[in-house]
């Protein structure tokens, strides 16, 4: 993400945001029995139908896709909890709410593919939409605050 | 007292390292070598580790081919391999690519070419070979004495102005992984900064060199 002269180097496409995104952990509730899986990336498993298990999202979508099992949205994913926090990303102009680092991919990955595990989706999306847009304009007006004298800026 | 604190350090530390696996490892590597400027230092045993777990992921999935395991376990394990070779070939790609783009520089210096791997030092020296002898050929000898230089613009440069070099004093963003606590961030010590484990910020990237040498600190 770096400023450089050649973007192609440097800047991380969206795809490889959505690549390391993809190895965050979420909670599946599997409905079928298989081994434990020992895999280059960490061992998961053994599944059992009912019984919740973490795993990390390129699994946990690819086990949808095929209906075996249904995604358990992340707390923070809920209608209560991220009204709290545009709220609070709104009233300090300063600060940023905790969140996890790739919420937007994350969110985007659920919508995608386990739309029907998560209560009520519509709301869900437009907080999280709301949110990045806050978000953003602080990023920005952070940035514009750079000169050529600025060596640091915090950003959270 | 001491001896018992060393224990607990080496304790934490091999903690650290079994926390996170080779891949994540690589990761970091990949993500810091996108986000810097210039080239790492290449992680020669990371990457044999590396390239060991795939090769015996790819044994074991010709295994499976064949006794019939279930096809969804055999999908799964490929796509887990598909996305560590994706990783691994990003990788090195990338490091190819800034080669390419300072070969020249990264020639002049010991140090930079003591970052390359083997391989990448034989492909940065024939690439500046190969760059010359082309230049050489096709514009330098037509041009008239004095202007006939690679490096140099004219003999009156007094070093190689014609030597692209990375942007050491880019801003990046990073991410520390530690309390660094206060960082001074210039030479002269006016500027000083508070790093805080986890937080993110935006610096140039010369001011924190040495902490992403040292991994303190990750670039994104």
Redesign the interface.
């Known amino acids: 993400m770096a400023g450089q002269s050649d973007p192609h180097l440097s800047i991380f496409s969206p795809s490889e945001v959505e690549f390391v995104a993809e190895d965050e952990i979420v909670e599946i509730v599997p409905n079928i029995r298989m081994e434990a899986l020992n895999m280059i990336c960490g061992d998961f498993g053994p599944f059992f139908p009912q019984i919740a298990s973490k795993v990390p999202l390129w699994l946990a979508v690819a086990l949808k896709k095929r209906g075996k099992c249904t995604i358990r949205t992340p707390d923070w994913m809920t209608v209560d909890r991220l009204t709290q926090v545009l709220d609070a990303e709104r009233e300090s102009p300063k600060e940023f709410q905790p969140l996890p680092f790739h919420y937007i991919e994350i969110s985007k990955l659920l919508f995608d593919h386990a739309r029907d595990d998560i209560s009520d989706a519509y709301l869900v999306r437009s907080l999280i939409e709301d949110i990045r847009d806050v978000r953003f304009h602080k990023v920005e007006t952070g940035l514009e605050t750079i000169s050529g004298r600025t060596h640091a800026v915090k950003c959270m | 007292m001491s001896s018992w604190e060393d224990d607990d350090s080496a304790a934490a530390a091999a903690a650290a390292a079994a926390a996170s696996?080779?891949?994540?490892l690589l990761?970091r590597a990949w993500?810091n070598e996108?986000?810097?400027?210039e080239i790492l230092r290449f992680d020669s045993p990371l990457v044999s580790r590396?390239r060991e777990?795939?090769q015996l992921?790819e044994e074991t999935l010709d295994d499976f081919g064949e006794s019939g395991v279930?096809d969804?376990?055999v999908?799964?394990?490929q796509?887990?391999?598909d996305?560590?070779l994706?990783l691994l070939r990003?990788y090195l790609r990338?490091r190819l690519?800034?080669i390419e783009?300072y070969m020249m520089h990264i020639s002049k210096s010991e140090d930079l070419l003591s970052r390359l791997s083997q391989q990448e030092q034989r492909f940065a020296k024939s690439c500046t070979e190969m760059m010359e002898k082309h230049l050489e050929q096709s514009v330098l000898s037509k041009l008239p004495y004095g202007y006939d230089s690679v490096t140099r613009q004219s003999l009156s440069s007094t070093e190689d102005d014609m030597v692209p070099e990375p942007?050491l004093d880019?801003?990046?963003?990073c991410k520390t992984k530690s309390d660094v606590g206060a960082f001074q961030?210039?030479d002269i010590g006016e500027?000083v900064?508070d790093l805080v484990a986890d937080?993110?910020?935006?610096?140039?990237?010369k001011?924190i060199k040495g902490l992403v040498e040292s991994g303190q600190i990750d670039?994104?």
């Open positions: 696996t080779d891949v994540e990761k993500r996108k986000a810097s400027p590396v777990q795939i992921l279930d969804l376990v999908s799964l394990y796509m887990d391999l996305r560590t994706f990003s990338l690519q800034k783009k942007q880019t801003f990046v963003f961030l210039d500027e900064v937080d993110l910020y935006v610096l140039r990237y001011s670039l994104i």
